[in-house]
């Protein structure tokens, strides 16, 4: 019997392609400029190929941005909120936030990008900042665990434990994360476009600028409806 046919079928075949960008969302974090420099293949299959990392990344992302939000230090200060809901309340919102700043944060990074000289796609945009974003990932995996043993739930409450010179420590160490991502979103701008490090620095720059008024804008639309 062929080991390769199934029912006289082809057996499936893993995805290389998708497997090495699950691999590059690992790199990024040691050798970021080559896995940028892949993202010059903006082709149908390899955007393809990256599309369920991308998705992943973006959604974890998201929830590491909500953990850090101030509002989510308050969330059980409210009786009736137990540990099950309140994870469940922290995984919809983080989700949901991951992907409006994927799609709005890429928005902001092709608009300044392009007035800066790109031709390259909304779609690499996106993707691009996703990568840049691993950082926020690594801190809820390396971070959180540490805050939680130590406070435990009140991390979520006003006036913990984690209230003090304890609980700036960790938003100091958060705030290295999120200098980590600028760092990256640089060193992205300029891999995938080949551009020198002022004109990198200055797209991005415009990214934050711009990806703020949007997400601004988004906000005030919600609280008006």
């Known amino acids: 019997m062929n080991l390769n046919t199934v029912a ?3 057996a499936p075949q893993v995805d290389q392609s998708e497997r090495a960008w ?9 050798a970021p400029a080559p896995v940028f420099v892949a993202l010059r293949d903006d082709s149908q299959d390899a955007a393809a190929a990256r599309q369920e990392p991308v998705t992943a990344i ?5 929830i590491a941005g909500v953990l850090a939000a101030p509002e989510t230090g308050r969330l059980m200060d409210d009786a009736a909120m137990d540990g099950l809901t309140a994870a469940v309340v922290i995984f919809l919102s983080g989700a949901l936030y991951g992907l409006v700043v994927y799609w709005l ?3 902001a990074l092709q608009l300044a990008a392009e007035r800066l000289g790109s031709r390259g796609t909304y ?9 840049a974003s691993i950082p926020l990932i690594a801190s809820l995996l390396v971070v959180w665990p540490l805050r939680l043993a130590l406070y435990g739930r009140d991390v979520f409450e006003s006036g913990g434990k984690d209230s003090g010179v304890g609980g700036d420590i960790f938003v100091g160490l958060e705030l290295a994360f999120v200098a980590w991502v600028a760092a990256l979103l640089v060193i992205g701008v300029r891999a995938v476009h080949g551009w020198r490090w002022g004109r990198a620095l200055a797209a991005s720059s415009l990214t934050v600028v711009l990806a703020a008024l949007l997400l601004g804008l988004v906000v005030l639309i919600l609280r008006g409806a």
Not at 123 to 131: E, P, T, V
Request: proline share 3%; glycine share 14%; no cysteine.
């Open 8 to 10: 006289g079928r082809p």
């Open 22 to 30: 699950w691999l590059r969302a690992l790199a990024v974090l040691q």
């Open 58 to 62: 973006a959604i974890l992302a998201g």
């Open 105 to 107: 944060g890429g928005a």
């Open 123 to 131: 779609r690499r945009s996106r993707h691009l900042l996703a990568y």
